[in-house]
């Protein structure tokens, strides 16, 4: 199983970039996809999830600013980020859980990419 991001880069505040996560190698649907964010010298944190009925939850701090979505076609997860702030910086990984809990417990998540850098300037 393989999860390949991209999308990241500089961005100024209020501004907007999308991330895509290719999901290679399940050979069955995947019950829960997440992204997460790791900044630097903090914990990894659950930023957006969605299920497998397409229900998607959001962290507080990026409510009404980040849309996740998928296309199960393509096997792709993305994350839209709209109006970007400086605290948005950080490596953003996407996440599989083959396990329909969709919660925020990193530690349940299978398998995970590489992450993609993001970064917010002022």
């Known amino acids: 199983v393989q999860l390949v991001e991209s999308g990241g880069g500089s961005a100024q505040a209020g501004g907007s970039l999308k991330l895509s996560c290719v999901v290679s190698?399940?050979?069955?649907?995947?019950?829960?996809m997440g992204w997460f964010r790791q900044a630097p010298g903090k914990e990894r944190e659950g930023v957006a999830l969605i299920d497998n009925d397409f229900s998607a939850s959001y962290a507080d701090s990026v409510k009404g600013r980040f849309t996740i979505s998928k296309d199960n076609n393509k096997h792709t997860l993305y994350l839209e980020m709209n109006n970007l702030k400086p605290e948005d910086s950080a490596m953003y990984y996407c996440?599989?859980?083959?396990?329909?809990?969709?919660?925020?417990?990193?530690?349940?998540?299978?398998?995970w990419g590489q992450g993609t850098q993001v970064i917010v300037s002022s």
């Open positions: 190698g399940l050979t069955y649907s995947t019950p829960c």
């Open positions: 996440a599989v859980d083959l396990v329909p809990s969709c919660g925020w417990y990193t530690p349940a998540y299978n398998y």
